[in-house]
């Protein structure tokens, strides 16, 4: 019973988080943000349907922490020194 969740996690936050690590600087920024925001929902989704426990609060952080580090590269000081 548990597959076709794993299967669309697997699909959808992995999916995300790859097109991510292999996107160019470019556009890097704004794919690092979409796979926050898509992890940041599906623990969010999922905490609301099952409930949550340590293992969503962890991962929850994980997406904040990713959508700071792509967040950083929106700022005015980080673009200058980046081209």
Known sequence: ???VPG??????VGGAQFVAAVTGARRGAWATVSAALTLLAW???QAALI???L???LYVVFGLV???IAGAAFR??????GH
């Open 55 to 57: 293992r969503q609060a």
């Open 1 to 3: 019973m548990a597959f």
């Open 43 to 45: 623990c969010l989704v």
């Open 76 to 81: 005015p000081s980080v673009q200058r020194a």
């Open 7 to 12: 299967l669309l996690l697997s699909i959808v």
């Open 66 to 68: 990713e959508l700071g």
């Open 51 to 53: 409930g949550g426990d």
